[in-house]
């Protein structure tokens, strides 16, 4: 078992910037993590994932690319999203979750463990 927990979500203005964080605990082994975010009336949408394994190979939606960076920190167990020059349009709920897949098709990502979310309002 995992237990995902997100933190770091606010009210922010556009332009403006955040970073979540997202601290993974338990023993299961997984390759992937990736950050998810829904919108009020829209379906959840993958934003950005990471290979933990591997490459370490990241993968980010084609709305946020230049603006958003996930990282990782291996002793803290923890993984982060930087964003930059947030829009209102990047108004959600953000979620992060692991052990699914992480290719270049965010419309096909699957994870089996999530946290609860936390999240990110971008307003003037």
């Known amino acids: 078992q995992l237990q995902l927990v997100e933190s770091g979500g606010g009210l922010v203005q556009p332009g403006g910037s955040l970073r979540l964080s997202c601290v993974v605990h338990?023993?299961?082994?997984?390759?992937?993590i990736g950050w998810f975010r829904q919108a009020p009336g829209k379906e959840r949408e993958g934003v950005s994932c990471?290979?933990?394994?591997?490459?370490?190979?990241?993968n980010y939606a084609d709305s946020v690319k230049g603006r958003f960076t996930i990282s990782r920190d291996n002793a803290k167990n923890t993984v982060y999203l930087q964003m930059t020059n947030l829009k209102p349009e990047d108004t959600a709920i953000y979620s992060c979750?692991?052990?699914?897949?992480?290719?270049?098709?965010?419309?096909?990502?699957?994870?089996?463990?999530w946290g609860q979310g936390t999240q990110v309002t971008v307003s003037s």
């Open positions: 979750a692991a052990r699914g897949d992480c290719s270049p098709y965010p419309s096909a990502w699957w994870y089996d463990y």
């Open positions: 990471m290979q933990t394994t591997t490459n370490g190979r990241t």
């Open positions: 338990g023993g299961t082994p997984y390759h992937a």
